[in-house]
């Protein structure tokens, strides 16, 4: 079954890419024989059509011209589907290959070899990339794919979107402007609709199918930062700082980050850490190991936590 | 294997580079496409049934005897047989995944000025279709520093010594490690063959406080590679279990741990069962959850937190 479809579409390809002059519909029906197979006038429309959109989403530019009588003709020029000229000396296409690799994510990564192909059907050197360096894009969540189609064509989407702390999901519609991937999670920064400003969402906590809703209808920045939004939920980009006391030999990550560390006696010292968001949590888990002096709503905080496990 | 999409994508760049190579070897090319030589046959079978013109009669005359491919009509083809223009998805994915890696900190200056090169050329040659590549980014997070002394390591054959933080223990253990390979999955990593432990171990970057290179050459015994595709953290079927109760302010949990099951819970939280081969690890997970969680067994760990709460509450005075 998948190999007649690959038939069928080369030949579609291949006489589309081979005419100067455009091809009608019925032309094509009768010229490329998958299509005889179909009967009915309705199923070869359906799949007609499929078949053009399959080959522009590989990159086939595909021009639909009417002629005098009316009549639709299509053909892909080959000035219009040449990949200009690309040299790329053997260290640039090994470079290329090795990241290439990084995707996992099905689509991008059969892109990604499909892009490779092209270019060394180009004539750029095939080069053996083994690299002790294995970088990779982590799969993302099912959502991606949708977000990034509709970020790409400038589509409004509407979600079910849980919060961090939300009981239920509730729907959102999003103007998405940008997909980022940090420290393993992707994130959509966008036009939240309803809200009527930007917001950051993180993939992982959207939950069924995402739709359409429409064109943009605000403006999309120059740029959109979306890292700077998430890296401050990561306590990252402090202002001010915490005093804790720590007890000598432990707490290893504290003590890198602390930008003041005094001993106190034979078994604490006194740090100064940077106080971002989500540092109670962290302090937290050092249990017995970590007093907070300072701030006070730091504290209550910690001892809130530390109250509810002591409960049990 | 692929589908009817990539079968196409594949045989259509095919066309363009065995005219350009007649008398092409098998392997080289199924190496160039990066597809095995029976899914290469494969596609040399379904293109000599493959018309060049609308008009009929002239088929793709492209034959091999298993060993060599040739093409014995090629002058015919000549507007199939040009080079094509990137896909958006393509550019996309190249074009993202160069500056990706491009940026990794500690990554050799000579790769990243190739891979610099390579976009600005790619993207030129793209044309609009790399616009979609601008809406997306991946950042990997490394220690420069660290990278560029594992990745010298690496190249040198060298043996490493780190101090290296485990969270789980809140300790710095000292370790001789023989690295294999560096990767990134949002953090970086190194695998290689610890001495301590005369076992494979992945270390995190950031959590190496200190690192030298030594001049013993690294020796690492021949082990496959782990497979990164299934993630990070394997747990083995015969690991203790252990079920955690979180409320809807727990629920990252189910994202940063790789578990057996998680189950919805009616207040809005979930019941997660995870295995691990060290379950007091999870000690830290215990007593940063607070009040949006609660291990429910095994008993002794559930009992272990709770000790370690009322212990931190005394250093308040409670």
Redesign the interface.
Known sequence: MAIAKAERLMNLALCLMNTRRPVSKRELRASIEAYHEVTSDDSFNRMFERDKDDLRELGLVIDTVENLDGEYGYLARSDRNRLPDIALDPEEAAALALAAKVWQQARLAEAASGALQKLRAAGVPYEDTHSALEPRIPTPEPAFEALMLATRERRAVAFDYRKANAVRPEPRQVEPWALECWRGHWYLAGYDRDRGAVRVFRLSRISGRVKARGAFTVEVPAHVDVREAVARWAGEGATTTATIRLRRDSGYPLRARAVATTPVDADWDELEVPYGHGLDAWLAEFGPDVVVLAPQELRTEVLDRLRAVAKG | M?????????????V??LR?RPGARVSEVA????VSEAELI?DLN??P????????GDL?DIDTDGERIWWHNPGT?D??A?????????????LV??R???N?PG?RD??RQ??L??GT??E??A?E?A??SA???????SEGSVFATV?RA??ERRRLWMRY?S?AR???TEREVD?????????TYVEGWCRLSEDRRTFRLD?V?EIRLLDEPSDPPRIEPRD??QGLVQPAGDDPEVVIEVG??G??VA?YYPHDSADELP??GLRITLRTPDPGSL?????????DG?IVSPAEL?GD??D?????????G?
């Open positions: 692929s589908n009817a999409i990539d079968q196409t994508r594949r045989m259509l760049s095919l363009t580079y350009e190496r160039a496409f990066g494969g379904v293109l049934l493959c018309g060049t013109s609308f008009r009929g793709l083809a507007d199939v040009q080079p094509l223009r990137l896909a958006a998805d393509e550019a996309t994915a190249l995944a160069a990706a890696v491009a990794l990554l000579s790769d190739a891979l090169r390579a050329k790619l030129a040659a044309g279709a616009g979609g809406q997306l980014s991946v950042t990997f997070e990745d690496i190249t933080y969270p809140d300790a710095l690295p294999i390979r560096l990767f990134a999955v949002g953090h959590r406080a990164l595709s809807p302010g629920r990252w994202e207040d809005g000690r830290r997970l215990a007593l940063r959850l607070g009040r609660r559930a937190a709770r370690a709460a009322v212990l931190a509450l005394a250093g308040y409670e």
